[in-house]
């Protein structure tokens, strides 16, 4: 196991664990899926583009999700579940507070995240 992979890990088991503790339920999505970024291409354009930018870099309302604040040995997969579901305070920007996305499901997330981390990939992101 790579050192990043080794970080991811313990990122979302900590994230996970801070959900957990403070009586959140962590969102996951159906057993098997396999996360489709074609799919995720027009749910992210659907419920995120209006914030996080067309091309994943941000808006006036929102950050851009291609940066390494959002690299996976940071913000796991589990972190764009919870957001999703529950929203999230301001802590890196100061765009202000995300609200959850209401109709989101977690399969949904799955698929954004997989084409969120296809462009972290492309712009050496890892």
């Known amino acids: 196991m790579t050192i990043s992979r080794a970080l991811a890990l313990i ?8 959900a957990w503790s403070q009586g959140m339920p962590i969102p996951k ?9 074609t799919l995720g291409k027009a ?3 659907k419920n995120c583009a209006s914030c996080h930018g067309e091309r994943l870099d ?9 940066h390494r604040i959002y690299e996976p040995s940071h913000h796991g997969d ?3 579940q919870l ?7 301001a802590h890196h920007w100061q765009f202000g507070d995300m609200p959850p996305v ?10 954004i995240t997989a084409y969120v981390r296809m462009h972290q990939r ?4 890892r």
């Open 43 to 45: 749910l992210f354009e």
């Open 83 to 89: 957001a999703a579901k529950n929203g999230t305070r």
């Open 58 to 66: 941000g808006s006036d309302k929102g950050p851009p999700l291609v």
């Open 102 to 111: 209401p109709g989101v499901t977690p399969d949904d997330v799955a698929h």
């Open 122 to 125: 492309r712009a050496g992101i």
């Open 29 to 37: 999505p159906s057993p098997g899926l396999m996360p489709n970024p």
């Open 78 to 80: 589990i972190a764009f």
């Open 11 to 18: 990122a979302t088991v900590v994230l996970a664990s801070g």
